[in-house]
């Protein structure tokens, strides 16, 4: 049974970093699609990032340019790196593994806040 766990939430300031961290256990991650995704307070869960099994990126617009995903296939782990962060950037972010049948995360907390 595949199991991925988010890390790295917490508090930052406007124009902070954060690097979230998504380990999988249960399944190799190499062989998978990883993603990102966040659900603000009152709102759908939104795609953020994608990373093939090729290392091919993409982004949705509003984190363009400030988030980077990448992946350590070593380690079973995904990342998120985070900066520039805005207080819209406050949510709780899931890691996905796969697509047709995609396994998530628990969600860890990302608020940004002055």
């Known amino acids: 049974q595949v199991q991925l766990v988010e890390s790295g939430g917490g508090l930052v300031q406007p124009g902070g970093s954060l690097r979230l961290s998504c380990a999988a256990s249960?399944?190799?991650?190499?062989?998978?699609?990883m993603g990102w995704y966040r659900q603000a307070p009152g709102k759908q869960r939104e795609w953020v990032a994608t990373?093939?099994?090729?290392?091919?990126?993409r982004y949705a617009d509003s984190v363009k340019g400030r988030f980077t995903i990448s992946r350590d296939n070593a380690k079973n782990t995904v990342y998120l790196q985070m900066n520039s962060l805005k207080p819209e950037d406050t949510a709780v972010y899931y890691c996905?593994?796969?697509?047709?049948?995609?396994?998530w995360g628990q969600g860890t907390q990302v608020t940004v806040s002055s």
């Open positions: 990373i093939t099994t090729g290392n091919s990126t």
């Open positions: 996905k593994l796969g697509q047709l049948q995609p396994s």
């Open positions: 249960g399944s190799i991650i190499s062989i998978y699609v």
